[in-house]
Structures are given as C-alpha cells and as structure tokens.
C-alpha cells in the first residue's frame, strides 16, 4: 500500500510541475510576443 502511495504522489509532483513549466512558458511566450515599446506604428512610413 504505502509503495502505491509514493508512486501517486510522484505521479503527482510530476504532472503537477509539467503543468507550472507549461504555465511559465507560455507567460513568457506572451511577454516575448508583445509589441515593442516604441512609436513606430505599422504602416507609419508606407
């Protein structure tokens, strides 16, 4: 019984940090895709 428990709870912690690096990630993708800070508008010159 106590075997099965530590391997749930591994399972567990695993799946569990999967989803927070997966989460980190696509914070970073969205800070990374934001338009930069600047005046140039698209089309500004054109």
Do not use: H, K
Not at 4 to 31: D, Y
């Amino acid at each position: 019984m106590r075997v099965n428990l530590v391997a749930v709870w591994r399972e567990a912690t695993v799946f569990m940090s999967r989803i927070a690096l997966m989460n980190n990630w696509n914070c970073l993708n969205v800070i990374t895709q934001q338009p930069p800070m600047t005046d140039y508008q698209p089309g500004q010159w054109g």
